[in-house]
């Protein structure tokens, strides 16, 4: 049986915690909260249909002239080979006018720190952290879900200032 649970990490990577304790994010402007709306670079894969694949330069220019996306978000692996992966994202979002989002996949909390840190070199204000491979048993995905929240709200950490907004 193929489990999928997928744990939320909202990142606050410069904003003080606090000012919108009800939405348990902020993105530091003091601002009211704002909803920007993502699409996932995934989603972009294989366009254009019966033709060579677009750059991801090229992608990012037809979205922003199409309007009606705010960010671009990117699975990005938690290992720190990722780093130019995050860094041709970033580039490009800012190129194009789009703000970076990211998600990635653990199945140690080892890699925790490794995923804050991309984030973090991303400018990100979020995460989204799936945990473990399809095969992961459930009751090893929910141990793993404990953990990444118990560790993450623990007052050490506080370095990430992040809170976990939801597990589903």
């Known amino acids: ?54 750059s991801l330069d090229e992608k990012l220019l037809r979205l922003s002239k199409a309007g009606g996306f705010d960010v671009v978000d990117r699975y990005t692996a938690a290992d720190p080979s990722s780093e130019a992966a995050v860094a041709e994202v970033v580039g490009l979002a800012k190129k194009h006018g789009f703000r970076v989002g990211m998600a990635t996949s653990i199945d140690r909390l080892e890699q925790l720190d490794v995923a804050i840190s991309l984030a973090k070199k991303a400018g990100t204000p979020y995460v989204d952290v799936m945990t473990g491979p399809y095969t992961m048993p459930e009751a090893e995905a929910i141990r793993l879900i404990r953990a990444i929240s118990d560790t993450a709200s623990a007052p050490r950490r506080s370095r990430w200032r992040f809170k976990p907004t939801a597990v589903w």
């Open 1 to 54: 049986m193929r489990h999928s649970i997928l744990a939320l990490v909202s990142l606050l990577a410069t904003a003080p915690l606090g000012r919108a304790q009800n939405l348990h994010v902020n993105d530091g402007s003091g601002d009211p909260p704002k909803l920007w709306i993502a699409i996932n670079v995934w989603g972009l894969e294989g366009l254009p249909a019966g033709g060579p694949e677009w």
